[in-house]
């Protein structure tokens, strides 16, 4: 039977209760960061019962966890929910396919990894407890956790998972994912994940009474309160959201114009039957613009989180919108520029706009790049930027058998919004000045490969010409006939 969507009404109540999740589950969760981190400083082995003080920091540690990750979860979707554009839902949704994935890679693990992952540690724990009530409501949370890897952990929601944070070589692919992105199918993965965590958490807290396992209640709560107060970062009478609010419609715009162009060698070599030849012909050209897809993707993506964070309600919500921020900003510049020499030789900026136009003679154009070289290497050496601890945190609760959620609740608490913004600010700002950049480019790879096209392709040409002489011949609507060879004899004119 086929689901209906949700209400306004539904997904309005949906958005207030993940709000109110804000105010009533930061508090909880600084008492027990507060309660781990003591715990931490203690040497299990001058502790008596080892088993017993191991498994009471797995049961904190996956408190911690579970309410971050409902709180995470909650940011993405209430950001999706609070947009009309479609083009900032995609951007909003295509991180809970992220946040779900690397949730259920840290409590249970995929393949060779699973003994890492906190589940497996704990059960083992718990066998040598030998506990029965416990391990039979262990096996109750595996037996969720493994419908939902049948249906939300497959091999094409890992991939769209790397699509999502690392973008790819072939923007297609990740446009392909974007525009089939659904709220309904992102609410319901949500919703089947959250499934398991709320009964994880009246799970820990029966264990947690049951074995006495001492909490120790944060008195300031990390001082979220003052920090609320002096972090933030102002947008007078929504000036910056509303701004960005426009150009996402633009960006996404030209993206779609774009991209359909980068097709068009594929029909056209179908329709025609002109043989792989003629793509690999306009191959050279189509990747030369390459890299203003994945300027638009940036683009769309970082001014969607701004929006996002600018919007939130929320200081731990604000804060966890400033971690995607992170993200974006790391992974993009890498794509762009890169933190390592290697990393810029292979670049797109010097491999596709400053190696073609460093020989330029407008002296206007060499000028721009020589500035713009600079602000990128600026950026490079930044530690606001180039910060790969925080970047994975941000990521990854767990990276292989080191545990990050202190580290992301930490990083969660202190980060500045003034500092993030205005790297982020940067990057925006550059973005526009690579995409004239790039077409600039694009123009010089356009005039060299189309001289080699037009001395090689006279056969290519013959074959299109014989079938406008058909199509004129052709006994079909007018109207419709004059198109077609309008559309030809433009086709045409490419090569």
């Known amino acids: 039977m086929t689901q209906k969507p949700a209400s306004e009404e539904t997904i309005h109540r949906l958005y207030e209760n993940m709000g109110n999740n804000f105010s009533l589950y930061v508090p909880i969760l600084c008492s027990c960061v507060s309660s781990l ?3 931490e400083d203690i040497d299990e082995k001058e502790y008596k019962c080892i088993k017993e003080f191991k498994l009471w920091k797995i049961f904190i540690r996956l408190y911690v966890f579970s309410l971050l990750m409902d709180l995470d979860l909650s940011t993405f979707l209430r950001a999706n929910f609070r947009t009309m554009l479609v083009p900032e839902k995609r951007f909003n949704l295509k991180y809970i396919n992220v946040i779900t994935l690397e949730g259920y890679k840290y409590l249970f693990g995929f393949g060779k990894d699973k003994d890492n992952a906190i589940w497996a540690k704990f ?3 718990a066998k040598e407890i030998n506990d029965s009530e416990l391990l039979t409501d262990i096996n109750k949370i595996e037996q969720q956790a493994k419908e939902f890897e049948n249906s939300y952990a497959l091999s094409t929601d890992k991939d769209t998972r790397n699509l999502s944070i690392h973008y790819d070589l072939y923007p297609q692919k990740v446009y392909d994912f974007l525009i089939q992105i659904g709220e309904d199918t992102e609410t319901n993965r949500i919703n089947a994940f959250l499934k398991i965590i709320k009964d994880i958490l009246p799970f820990l807290h029966k264990y947690i009474l049951k074995f006495q396992i001492p909490l120790i209640y944060s008195t300031d709560n ?6 609320e107060k002096i972090n933030y970062f102002p947008d007078g009478n929504n000036k910056l959201f509303n701004e960005l609010g426009a ?3 633009l960006y996404s715009n030209n993206l779609d114009s774009i991209v359909s162009n980068c097709k068009k060698t594929k029909i056209v ?5 002109l043989g792989e030849t003629f793509e690999g012909r306009l191959q050279t050209i189509v990747k030369s613009i390459y890299l203003g897809v994945h300027i638009h993707f940036i683009y769309l993506d970082l001014a969607s989180a701004i929006r996002a964070y600018l919007s939130s309600e929320y200081y731990f919500e604000k804060q966890l919108n400033l971690r995607r921020i992170n993200i974006i900003v790391y992974e993009g510049f890498k794509h762009i520029y890169g933190y390592t020499d290697i990393e ?4 797109f900026w010097k491999q596709n706009i400053y190696s073609i136009l460093i020989s330029s003679t407008d002296k206007n154009l060499t000028d721009l790049l020589v500035k713009i070289e600079r602000e990128l290497k600026e950026l490079a050496v930044s530690d606001d ?3 790969m601890q925080l970047r994975e945190c941000s990521v990854h609760y767990r990276f292989k058998d080191r545990d990050n959620t202190l580290t992301l609740f930490n990083a969660l608490v202190k980060t500045n919004p003034l500092i993030e913004m205005n790297k982020a600010m940067k990057l925006l700002k550059i973005l526009p000045e690579l995409i004239n950049l790039n077409t600039n480019s694009i123009s010089v790879v356009n005039s060299t490969e189309l001289e080699k096209i037009k001395l090689s392709n006279a056969d290519t040409i013959e074959k299109i010409d014989s079938c406008l002489m058909m199509i004129e011949q052709a006994n079909v609507d007018p109207e419709l006939k004059l198109k077609t060879i309008e559309t030809i004899n433009a086709i045409k004119k490419l090569l």
Request: no cysteine; proline share 0%.
């Open 385 to 387: 930027i180039n910060n």
């Open 37 to 39: 981190e003591s715990l």
């Open 269 to 273: 070599q179908d329709k025609f039957k």
């Open 222 to 227: 990390y001082n979220i309160d003052v920090r």
């Open 344 to 347: 810029q030789s292979k670049s």
């Open 247 to 249: 150009q996402i419609t």
């Open 123 to 125: 059960k083992i724990l």
